[in-house]
């Protein structure tokens, strides 16, 4: 049973870091692609980046680029996601995915239905 647990969330000031992770289990977690998206209140599931399975390469979301950075540690079946320089727009619950497809181009992780698999998501709040 696959299994994502997200952490690292919280209350921040604007200008501030935050360093997400997404533990894995119940998967051949380096044979999958991973991706964080975010929801706000009243908006869509919007994609924030993706990370190929070898780690390779990597996809920026347009809101997030040059501030967010995704990697992962397949020897820990972890991935992460650095943001800094957060902005009271970032404010979302955060979720990781797994897409087991293996594809190449923003165009096979930038939409929600790539995924197969989710996360419960945890709250990042950046106040103004």
């Known amino acids: 049973q696959v299994q994502l647990v997200e952490s690292g969330g919280g209350l921040v000031s604007t200008g501030v870091s935050l360093r997400l992770s997404c533990a894995a289990s119940g998967m051949p977690f380096s044979s999958y692609s991973m991706g964080w998206f975010r929801q706000a209140p009243g908006k869509e599931r919007e994609f924030v980046a993706a990370?190929?399975?070898?780690?390779?390469?990597?996809y920026d979301g347009d809101s997030v680029k040059g501030r967010f950075t995704i990697s992962r540690d397949n020897a820990k079946n972890t991935v992460y996601l650095q943001m800094n320089s957060l902005e009271p727009e970032d404010t979302a619950v955060y979720y990781c995915a797994v897409a087991r497809r293996h594809c190449v181009g923003l165009g096979c992780y930038g939409s929600a239905s790539d995924y197969d698999y989710w996360g419960q998501g945890t709250q990042v709040t950046v106040s103004s």
């Open positions: 990370i190929s399975w070898i780690g390779s390469t990597t």
